[in-house]
C-alpha cells in the first residue's frame, strides 16, 4: 500500500477545495470554500502551498504552509488535517516531516504551528513530533521545531 505526498498544482486548487470540503469538518469547512472563488484562488497560490497524502488515488490529508519565510527564519504551517478513520496510520507524521524537509531545503531555522490552547490534540500531536511551545499569546501556542542547526 503506497503513501504518496504531491503538491496541488495552482489549476488543481479549485477540484482540491471540493474534496477538503467533502473531507473536513464544518470549521474547516468555512475556510477551505473560499478557495472556490478564482480571486481567492489566485491569492491563495501566491502565498500558500498545499500538500495532500493519499493511498492510491484517494485523498486522505492535508497540509498548507506559507511559500515564504518569515523575517525570524521560521516557516509557517497553517493547517494541517488527516481524515478521521485514517488517523493512528503515522499520514501527519508524513505531512509533517515532509514540510520539515521543504524548510530546510529553503534555509529556514524553524518550522512552526500556531494552535488555540483548546485543541488538545494538535498540542499533543506536534509534541510527539519533538515540537516545543515557543510562546503563549492570546491563548494560542506557537510551537516550534528547529530544522537546521
Given at each position: 500500500m503506497?503513501?504518496?505526498?504531491?503538491?496541488?498544482k495552482?489549476?488543481d486548487?479549485?477540484g482540491?477545495?471540493?474534496?477538503?470540503?467533502?473531507m473536513s469538518?464544518?470549521?474547516?469547512?468555512?475556510?477551505?470554500?473560499?478557495?472556490?472563488?478564482?480571486?481567492?484562488l489566485?491569492?491563495y497560490?501566491?502565498?500558500?502551498?498545499m500538500?495532500?497524502?493519499?493511498?492510491?488515488?484517494?485523498?486522505?490529508?492535508y497540509?498548507?504552509?506559507?511559500?515564504?519565510?518569515?523575517k525570524e527564519g521560521?516557516l509557517?504551517i497553517?493547517?494541517?488535517?488527516?481524515?478521521?478513520?485514517a488517523?493512528?496510520?503515522h499520514l501527519g507524521?508524513l505531512l509533517?516531516?515532509h514540510v520539515?524537509?521543504i524548510?530546510?531545503?529553503?534555509?529556514?531555522?524553524a518550522a512552526v504551528?500556531?494552535?488555540?490552547?483548546?485543541?488538545?490534540?494538535?498540542?499533543?500531536f506536534?509534541?510527539r513530533?519533538?515540537?516545543?511551545?515557543?510562546?503563549k499569546?492570546?491563548?494560542y501556542h506557537?510551537l516550534?521545531?528547529?530544522v537546521r542547526i
Open positions: 503506497a503513501t504518496i505526498i504531491s503538491q496541488v495552482k489549476e486548487l479549485e482540491m477545495a471540493n474534496v477538503l470540503w467533502e469538518n464544518l470549521k474547516n469547512r468555512t475556510r477551505i470554500a473560499g478557495l472556490s472563488h478564482v480571486g481567492n489566485e491569492r497560490h501566491e502565498k500558500r502551498s500538500f495532500v497524502i493519499g493511498i492510491r488515488d484517494e485523498v486522505l490529508g497540509i498548507e504552509i506559507e511559500k515564504q519565510i518569515t521560521n509557517e497553517k493547517r494541517i488535517y488527516v481524515e478521521p478513520r488517523r493512528g496510520n507524521s509533517v516531516s520539515e524537509t524548510a530546510k531545503e529553503m534555509g529556514a531555522t504551528y500556531r494552535c488555540h490552547n483548546s485543541n488538545k490534540r494538535a498540542l499533543n506536534f509534541a513530533l519533538g515540537y516545543e511551545t515557543e510562546s499569546i492570546f491563548g506557537a516550534q521545531k528547529q
